[in-house]
């Protein structure tokens, strides 16, 4: 079963082209890495494939709903981890996530479950901006999956990671259908299936499917 | 290059001579105003303005509301002529005004209800096509631009309304406003109907150099030249 | 109802951020009794005089800390990326505004119970039901405009500019009945003439519109 079936995405800015007629299929369950330099158009996708922003062209189909017009549905759906986590500096990592909770109407028992599965137990009282780039990127991931989304944009969710971010991905990702945005071509190799390589906006190559090894 | 004349220069052509008749009314046929004199003269072209400046912004209004309800491009291109033609008529109006308050009332400004809201209007245009030059161009634009013209459009009669109540509190300057004769009425009916037509003209003209300069704008900068790779879909 | 719960989280979201922080009201607040002191200055104000120019000041002190306290509703750029993760939630775009607001209103309330003792105290504005109130029902219309614009604003350019430019004509109507409200309040001239009525209308008239075009402001 397809879950995001895009063809020919567009993104202009002004008259920059951030991306030029992208055709991206996902199936349910898989793990697609997004590969590229910066300025290809990794963050530029991975935002329109979360429903973050819309594309100047092009269609999107994600779980079969046409995603302009049903926005709202398919973001109770999506987890997305952006580039700049946007967490409250001045709120406890428990306290972001309960804000989240009430947003997202979630039972408030989620916010212990999914501290314990990003490892931020300990922590959790802890202000955000106390907390150090890997334990934000952990908050950050957590409160991507607050609600059990059956899709995961993550985008370069590694960047900051700390050590056993590997393993905290995998975790995360296990049984969701998965675009994850990275540099890292070993981690690509290790938790996704398939690849789709961006440059200047444009996909290059044919995708490999990759062999997946734990 | 095609030779002869475009619709647009024919409808132009027309709205200027039909306001060359207008002004014949006014400076011809009108008598000249007992009380104020031939300065009362103003008073047709500056309430024409602004009418013609109000509807000018309920175009905007109706052009933005589309756009938010069904993200029609052209409504929104009719609403940006529409602000552009509004803002214009809304400096005629300020300035034809000033112009009369001077003799009439021995000062250039006077914040009375009219000229108050008016001047709010100018603004509330001014604040418009800032609003459409900063945000992103294209959706973000247009759509700041309808919300602003949606509060705008009714801003401006309740400005209208609370400097008048004010003014109750506050007694000042008071229109001298007799019933019109009826040449004067005539002049003023046919001055509104030429400056409306003149408006309508020039939101026309406007509306077809956006159309030219949205084409413009979809033609982008062709992509760098890169080395050869092989180009094709996800799977 | 779900989209109150979210306006009230949002809402006490804001505000234990101001708390544990406390950014914004003490600047406010030192704000404001300056601009008190100035305008004492300026105006020369005695009390023959005070009927006719304290009124001006209350209004124009609180004009300038609104935009101010409306505007870092959603200025940083650390804002704009929370503002985007709660939009990707099914919380609704209104209430998320009307939870932002409501924080941004508060606060202002907080610094307005600075300001008017301070009017009472240089100036003699009179801490009376009617001048409180007005100031109060001016505050909540003010805050919906101010933070919708702000919002938008946020996003764009030349926002210290662009903010007071589209939000001040919207505020003309609020400061005109209110300030007539704290001139008989002080024994000036005309009567009230029904200023909180008026005000009300107001609210409800903004209140109505910021919530149906909130969504088209904050959501692309």
Same mark, same amino acid.
């Given at each position: 079963m397809s879950?995001? /079936?895009?063809? &020919?995405?567009?993104?202009?800015?002004?008259? *920059?082209? +951030?991306?030029?007629?992208?055709?991206?299929?996902? *199936?349910? +369950?898989?793990? $697609? #890495?997004?590969? @590229?330099? %910066?300025?290809?158009?990794?963050?530029?996708? $991975?935002?329109? =494939?979360?429903?973050?922003?819309?594309?100047?062209?092009? &269609?999107?189909?994600?779980?079969?709903? %046409?995603?302009?017009?049903?926005?709202? !549905? =398919?973001?109770? /759906?999506? @987890?997305?981890?952006?580039?700049?986590?946007?967490?409250?500096?001045? =709120?406890?990592? !428990?306290? %972001?996530?309960?804000?989240?909770?009430?947003?997202?109407?979630?039972?408030?028992?989620?916010?212990?479950?999914?501290?314990?599965?990003?490892? $931020?137990?300990? =922590? #959790? +009282?802890?202000? #955000?901006?106390?907390? &150090?780039?890997?334990?934000?990127? !952990?908050? #950050?991931? @957590?409160?991507?999956?607050?609600?059990?989304?059956?899709?995961?944009?993550?985008?370069?969710p590694d960047a900051s990671l700390d050590s056993g971010g590997a393993d905290l991905l995998a975790r995360v990702m296990k049984g969701r259908t998965v675009v994850i945005a990275t540099h890292d071509h070993a981690l690509a190799n290790r938790l996704c299936q398939r690849t789709l390589m961006l440059r200047h906006g444009r996909v290059v190559g044919i995708p490999t499917r990759l062999r997946v090894v734990h | 290059m095609t030779s002869g004349i475009t619709r647009y220069e024919r409808g132009a052509i027309a709205a200027v001579a039909l306001m060359l008749v207008a002004a014949g009314f006014i400076f011809l046929y009108a008598p000249t105003d007992a009380l104020q004199g031939p300065v009362q003269r103003i008073f047709y072209l500056h309430v024409s303005a602004a009418i013609a400046a109000y509807g000018c912004f309920a175009v905007v209004l109706i052009g933005g509301v589309a756009y938010l309800w069904k993200e029609n491009v052209a409504a929104d291109r009719l609403a940006r002529a529409g602000a552009m033609v509004g803002l214009v008529f809304t400096t005629v109006t300020l300035v034809m005004g000033m112009i009369w308050a001077k003799p009439i009332w021995g000062t250039y400004w006077t914040w009375d209800a009219r000229l108050t809201s008016t001047l709010v209007l100018w603004i509330i245009y001014a604040g418009y096509l800032m609003i459409r030059r900063l945000a992103d161009p294209g959706r973000q634009a247009a759509r700041f631009a309808a919300v602003v013209g949606i509060f705008g459009f009714i801003d401006v009669p309740v400005v209208h309304f609370s400097v008048t109540w004010w003014r109750t509190q506050h007694p000042g300057p008071v229109v001298i406003n007799d019933a019109l004769p009826p040449q004067m009425l005539i002049a003023f009916f046919v001055t509104m109907a030429c400056t409306l037509l003149l408006a309508a003209v020039m939101i026309a003209i406007r509306y077809r150099i956006e159309v030219l300069m949205d084409q413009a704008a979809e033609r982008v900068a062709p992509a760098p030249i890169v080395a050869p790779t092989e180009v094709g879909s996800a799977r | 109802m779900r989209s109150i719960a979210v306006a009230l989280a949002v809402a006490r979201k804001d505000l234990t951020s101001e708390w544990r922080t406390r950014e914004l009201v003490p600047a406010l607040a030192q704000f404001i009794v300056l601009a008190l002191v100035i305008a004492n200055f300026g105006f020369q104000i005695d009390s023959h005089n005070a009927p006719a120019i304290a009124p001006g000041v209350l209004w124009m002190a609180l004009v300038f800390a609104g935009l101010v306290a409306f505007g870092r509703a959603f200025a940083s750029e650390r804002e704009q990326s929370s503002l985007e993760a709660m939009l990707m939630t099914p919380a609704s775009p209104a209430a998320i505004f009307a939870g932002k607001a409501l924080a941004a209103a508060l606060l202002l309330v907080l610094c307005e119970a600075v300001l008017l003792p301070a009017l009472a105290l240089f100036f003699g504005v009179p801490l009376s039901f009617d001048v409180v109130s007005a100031v109060l029902l001016a505050t909540v219309g003010m805050a919906v405009l101010g933070c919708l614009f702000a919002a938008m604003v946020a996003r764009v350019r030349a926002r210290e500019l662009l903010l007071p430019l589209l939000t001040l004509p919207l505020w003309i109507p609020f400061i005109v009945f209110g300030g007539q409200a704290v001139q008989v309040a002080m024994g000036g001239s005309g009567g009230t003439g029904n200023t909180s009525g008026l005000l009300i209308d107001l609210d409800i008239l903004f209140v109505v519109l910021t919530s149906l075009t909130a969504r088209f402001v904050l959501d692309d």
């Open positions: 879950v995001i /079936v895009a063809a &020919s995405l567009t993104q202009r800015f002004g008259s *920059d082209l +951030g991306l030029d007629a992208v055709d991206v299929d996902v *199936d349910a +369950g898989e793990h $697609l #890495a997004v590969l @590229g330099d %910066n300025g290809a158009g990794k963050t530029t996708l $991975l935002r329109i =494939l979360a429903t973050a922003a819309r594309p100047t062209s092009g &269609s999107l189909e994600i779980f079969g709903l %046409n995603a302009t017009i049903e926005r709202r !549905r =398919l973001r109770a /759906v999506i @987890g997305f981890v952006a580039h700049a986590p946007g967490l409250y500096p001045a =709120l406890s990592a !428990r306290e %972001n996530l309960e804000f989240y909770c009430t947003l997202q109407g979630v039972d408030r028992t989620r916010v212990a479950e999914v501290l314990e599965m990003v490892g $931020l137990a300990e =922590l #959790a +009282g802890r202000p #955000a901006d106390k907390l &150090s780039r890997g334990a934000q990127q !952990r908050l #950050a991931i @957590g409160r991507a999956v607050l609600h059990d989304p059956k899709l995961l944009v993550l985008d370069e | - | -």
